[in-house]
């Protein structure tokens, strides 16, 4: 039988000094995270600080990717600028205001009736539960019920301070709703002279990464509200199609509430839904609701595996794993309006991302040679050149 021992080789004179490198090594690398780290958490800390003024300013950015294609069309036809963005900002209120006075007064109408007919649907449950195969008793349930209302009635003013939040929610609200609309009036009339102005700031070195990262968050931005609208129209059109022939109730609201969704990827398309089958099910009933939920199935089926992969182009590069992580991140730091801002923020992040990764491969992008005409019109006396620079950023926009 060989000797226990016999395997056992004599220490390297080099262990110490690796062990010594690979500690050092160990340690400068988990300094590095620490510092990166501290890093990550100080920008939370100061993005949660600064949530106020960012907000507006993020959907002012967004409503202005929606509403710069007309502006743009009116000043490249002789417009001035204030006049163009005062007409398309009054537009824009209209079809908020007409989208209002037509989603309101159904649900205000037919709420009534829907809570009628729930308390009806409550009482079929409450007869299913009593009877075969549960056969749980109405001592049973009444017990449930009455814990529940004790519940209710033990939180009571928990639950009147949330109320109570939520209003000062709602102002606020109103507040960062009225300042982005502001801020996108100024963003349309004066958001051409934003890469000169950059430029100017930034210097010549750095001049060019600004503007290319400019224009490439732009036309990332731009392409997400395109398509997502695009999407959302044809969810809301044939699924409120599908309601309409059924007899559903409140199809205008609930194709509303789909094209909403589908500025939440995946997770917005399942809430719409569900609400929509809900509602079929309080109204009209189990085979109605399994017909609904069969026809927002089949239209989400179509919209992901035919029209996004269509319609996407280059999209926003984002795997569906990374949506659902960003929705999910977004709508615990802000709730509903941070699950909304949750994806563009992420492929703003992504289009940062790649850009530097391109620069330390050495991989220059084509937009980065782009602001050499910005420097060019800069240098140019203005006097000389009356409405050119104007003409020339309207035609870059």
Same mark, same amino acid.
């Not at 927002?296 to 990374?322: D, Y």
């Given at each position: ?45 100061? #993005? ?35 006049? *163009? ?22 649900? *205000? ?33 009444? =017990? ?64 060019? %990464? ?15 509200? =395109?398509?997502? *609208? ?110 909304? #801002? ?45 409405? %050119? ?9």
């Amino acid at each position: 039988m060989p000797d226990a021992d016999q395997g056992d080789t004599a220490p390297s004179p080099q262990r110490g000094a690796r062990l010594q490198a690979a500690i050092r090594r160990t340690a400068i690398v988990t300094g590095r995270l620490l510092v990166i780290a501290a890093g990550v958490a100080l920008t939370g800390y100061l #993005l949660s600080k600064l949530w106020m003024i960012l907000l507006p300013v993020i959907l002012a950015l967004l409503v202005t990717t929606v509403l710069w294609p007309p502006v743009r069309f009116l000043r490249r036809h002789g417009w001035p600028p204030l006049a *163009a963005t005062s007409l398309i900002v009054l537009a824009f209120l209209s079809v908020l205001a007409g989208v209002v006075l037509v989603v309101v007064p159904p649900v *205000a109408q037919q709420s009534g009736a829907l809570a009628d007919q729930a308390g009806q649907g409550l009482e079929q449950v409450q007869n299913w539960l009593t009877g075969p195969p549960f056969n749980l008793g109405e001592n049973q349930i009444g =017990r449930a019920v009455d814990s529940a209302v004790n519940t209710l009635q033990e939180n009571a003013q928990s639950i009147a301070g949330s109320a109570l939040s939520w209003l000062f929610s709602i102002g606020s609200g109103i507040v960062n709703a009225v300042l982005a609309l502001v801020l996108t009036f100024f963003f349309l009339k004066d958001g051409a002279r934003w890469l000169p102005w950059l430029e100017r700031q930034v210097g010549p070195r750095v001049a060019p %990464h600004a503007a290319a990262l400019s224009r490439q968050s732009w036309q990332t931005l731009s392409e997400f509200i =395109r398509q997502q *609208a695009f999407v959302g129209f044809i969810d809301a059109f044939f699924i409120g199609l599908g309601l309409w022939i059924l007899g559903v109730p409140l199809v205008i609201p609930l194709s509303v509430l789909t094209f909403v969704g589908a500025f939440i990827p995946i997770i917005g398309a399942f809430v719409a839904g569900a609400f929509a089958v809900l509602i079929a099910l309080v109204s009209n009933g189990w085979t109605t609701a399994l017909i609904v939920l069969g026809v927002v199935l089949l239209v989400q089926q179509l919209e992901g595996n035919v029209l996004q992969p269509v319609i996407q182009g280059r999209g926003l590069q984002l795997p569906p794993a990374v949506v659902m992580l960003a929705v999910t991140a977004g709508g615990s730091f802000a709730g509903i309006i941070g699950a909304l #801002l949750a994806v563009p923020v992420a492929a703003l992040v992504a289009v940062f991302y790649r850009y530097a990764r391109d620069q330390l491969d050495g991989h220059d992008s084509p937009a980065a040679d782009e602001p050499s005409a910005y420097r060019t019109r800069m240098v140019q006396p203005t006097e000389s050149r009356p409405g %050119h620079e104007r003409d020339a950023a309207v035609e870059d926009g």
